[in-house]
């Protein structure tokens, strides 16, 4: 397990990365756009939240343990999660196509985050978003030749890895105190939780996962090995034992 100040650390570091050369100019057919194009703009929508309500759930929490500094880790999270959005619209903007101010999928997600003050549902849902991300910017990635939009791919995905590791992480410190009884239920709903929102995103982004070559099955296969290295990482484990989670860059 890493402490809060090691994530600090790492999103401060990794904000001077440069990975994408913008001097490349976009290199997209007409046919890659009109296959990726309504889930490229639903995503960049997605990435740009300003994080008020986490930001929030994460102060309440941080409250609780008695780590204020955990929210400054929250505020560069979602900082980091803005630069793929930023990323993403400048793209849009170069390929002369807009930036939507209005999805369903977008809308849904944040009716439901408005209610939410717990930190433990927050860490899950976005341990599931992200893993679905990472299969998301991969189908993105495989879906086109252009060179800088597969750049702007790799930058998030490296970042997506880490992200799932510091999320994952804390669900672990959530979920460890809890009773035999309390860990039992939540593995269930964390379960079901998962694999719903999992299928929600395939229903939402189908076309653009076939087009970068990811069948359904191959979709769930790949869902089902990501639930495994996180969810099912936290809440398989006897009491008292603490599960190693590694960061793995890759999908």
Not at 134 to 159: H, R, V
Not at 209 to 220: D, Q
Request: glycine letters at 6%.
């Amino acid at each position: 397990m890493h402490t809060t100040n090691y994530w600090i650390g790492h999103f401060r570091e990794n904000a001077g990365q440069k990975r994408v050369n913008w001097n490349k100019g976009p290199g997209i057919t007409a046919n890659e756009i009109a296959s990726v194009l309504s889930s490229l703009q639903a995503w960049q929508l997605g990435e740009t939240s300003e994080g008020k309500h986490l930001i929030a759930a994460s102060e309440k929490y941080a409250n609780k343990i008695a780590d204020p500094h955990y929210v400054d880790a929250i505020k560069l999270f979602i900082k980091e999660e803005q630069k793929h959005g930023n990323n993403l619209g400048m793209y849009l903007d170069l390929i002369s196509k807009p930036r939507i101010k209005q999805n369903w999928g977008d809308t849904l997600f944040r009716k439901v985050r408005y209610f939410n003050t717990s930190m433990e549902l927050w860490t899950l849902a976005v341990i599931t978003v992200e893993s679905t991300a990472q299969l998301f910017y991969q189908a993105l990635k495989d879906a086109t030749g252009c060179p800088l939009l597969k750049e702007i791919c790799t930058d998030i995905l490296i970042d997506e890895a880490y992200h799932i590791t510091f999320q994952t992480e804390r669900l672990a410190m959530i979920f460890e105190p809890k009773s035999e009884f309390s860990k039992a239920w939540r593995g269930i709903a964390y379960r079901y939780f998962f694999h719903a929102t999992a299928c929600l995103v395939w229903f939402a982004h189908r076309q653009l996962f076939k087009a970068g070559g990811m069948s359904f099955e191959k979709y769930c296969r790949k869902m089902g090995y990501k639930y495994k290295r996180t969810i099912k990482a936290i809440t398989a484990v006897p009491i008292n034992v603490k599960p190693e989670i590694s960061i793995k860059y890759g999908y």
